[in-house]
């Protein structure tokens, strides 16, 4: 009953704050439906079975188009990755033509449309840093919601927690992946709020985060978190651009880091992080290493279908490029296992291409807000950005070993780096009024030439 009334409270709360104070709310209202993921929840014959997300994506479209005169600011074509992410759905779209599977291709073809249409849609809304951490505080709520969904239903036999996905992330791997670069995030907000109400709403989710993690078992995530956590840690003890006493805070967070995850981690995880460092590939049974044979196959595949074979166009191939003998877990047409390798299998050297160049601008944007930023001596929203850099070093690894290329998540993380883009470089760090909106750390507001990337 309590997972039903969180539910019905958060999508009244945020229809509301949508209608009455800003349309930018309804994407964080879209951000925690996809994570709630009412009719795959045990509770969910006990709500009406109804499209949320649809519901919550045309008020989001309604007021937007109501206040579109509001919106024109934000062009979606000064932000590079978007150009990059355009390029991806639309070589997605033409694979269609020539997909192995084309009913399948299509429905997924029109997923993901509608997924760049929304984040594109959410882009225009976001005018302020207020509005920004309002989406990234929507995304740790979701994932805070997960871990306390695992923590609800606990590891099943074979020591993982399955059944607790999201729509496009169904499978253990799958979701642990799209909660992972929430801890580094709550990680930066409880080190800048000074409310000890906000540090303990950060603490709150990170442990429930963490704990989630931990019971699900996924080495991906594992690798993702270590290196989002540690890139954080080192800026914060190394970089030459300080706050007060954020060494000493940088120990202190290490220390009850540490001291955390021995309290959460059990024989079950660490046996499975151990699985990690094998590299062997063995033909009797299917291990981790097992998928180096699937990339392999894909980069053969990729030399007799240079632009793809569409949507699991690997798993339909796949029998014809994994050598005769290895064990493939009882399946012929496996998954690749990988979101390059799935990329470069379902649309070729162009997508892979796309989707590498999507993330690079990713990151030079990210740097270049980085350095605008501390031109003004803007110390937490300089942070901000290293922790969205760390964010995507999470996500990036976790999608490594998954097919991750249509996941909502990566298309956020690639949102919040060009809402980063467009307020701190392209509006010179000029910010308007909106939700949430700090203004600390802000002594010098020297104009500064805003810096592009063609």
């Keep these: 009953m309590l997972n039903v009334i969180l539910f019905f409270s958060t999508y009244m709360a945020g229809s509301l704050f949508a209608v009455f104070r800003h349309p930018v709310y309804a994407f964080v209202l879209y951000e925690a439906v996809y994570f709630f993921n009412p009719p795959n929840r045990w509770w969910g014959g006990l709500v009406p079975y109804l499209s949320y997300s649809f519901y919550v994506v045309c008020l989001m479209l309604v007021l937007f188009l109501f206040k579109y005169?509001?919106?024109?600011e934000n062009r979606l074509f000064d932000v590079p990755q978007f150009k990059w992410m355009y390029f991806i759905v639309f070589l997605y779209s033409f694979a269609y033509f020539y997909a192995a599977l084309p009913q399948y291709h299509l429905e997924y073809m029109i997923n993901f449309?509608?997924?760049?249409?929304?984040?594109?849609?959410?882009?225009?809304?976001?005018?302020?840093?207020g509005k920004l951490n309002a989406i990234i505080y929507g995304y740790i709520f979701g994932s805070w919601y997960i871990g306390w969904v695992a923590f609800e239903t606990g590891r099943n036999a074979g020591g993982r927690v399955e059944g607790i996905g999201t729509v496009d992330s169904p499978d253990a791997n799958g979701i642990a992946a799209a909660i992972t670069p929430s801890l580094v995030l709550c990680?930066?907000?409880?080190?800048?709020?000074?409310?000890?109400?906000?540090?303990?709403?950060?603490?709150?989710a990170g442990l429930f985060i963490a704990n989630g993690l931990?019971?699900?078992n996924s080495r991906g995530a594992f690798l993702g978190v270590a290196a989002s956590v540690l890139f954080f840690m080192y800026h914060m003890y190394f970089s030459s651009f300080q706050r007060k006493?954020?060494?000493a805070t940088a120990i202190f967070i290490t220390l009850f880091g540490l001291m955390g995850a021995a309290t959460?981690?059990?024989?079950?995880?660490?046996?499975r992080m151990k699985t990690i460092t094998n590299t062997q590939v063995s033909e009797e049974h299917e291990n981790a290493a097992t998928r180096t044979i699937f990339w392999k196959a894909a980069w053969e595949m990729a030399k007799d279908h240079p632009f793809g074979a569409g949507f699991h166009g690997f798993n339909h191939y796949a029998e014809f490029y994994i050598p005769y003998g290895f064990n493939t877990g009882g399946k012929i047409n496996r998954t690749v296992h990988s979101s390059w390798f799935e990329a470069l299998s379902e649309i070729g050297y162009p997508g892979l291409i796309g989707l590498i160049m999507m993330l690079?601008?990713?990151w030079r944007t990210l740097n270049l807000c980085k350095k605008e930023l501390r031109k003004r001596n803007h110390v937490d929203e300089y942070f901000k950005i290293v922790a969205l850099q760390a964010a995507c070093i999470a996500f990036l690894l976790a999608m490594t070993f998954i097919n991750r290329?249509?996941?909502e998540v990566l298309y956020w993380l690639v949102l919040f780096s060009a809402c980063a883009y467009n307020l701190y470089v392209l509006k010179k760090c000029k910010t308007l009024e909106g939700p949430g909106e700090s203004e600390e750390n802000r002594p010098d507001e020297r104009p500064v030439n805003g810096e592009r990337i063609a």
């Design 69 to 72: 005169k509001d919106f024109k």
């Design 113 to 129: 449309i509608k997924l760049i249409i929304i984040v594109s849609v959410a882009y225009k809304l976001i005018d302020s840093e």
């Design 187 to 204: 990680l930066y907000y409880f080190w800048i709020h000074k409310s000890k109400m906000a540090k303990g709403i950060f603490v709150f």
């Design 214 to 216: 931990v019971l699900i």
């Design 245 to 247: 006493f954020q060494k």
């Design 264 to 271: 959460l981690v059990d024989e079950s995880f660490i046996e």
């Design 360 to 362: 690079v601008v990713v």
């Design 405 to 407: 290329l249509r996941a």
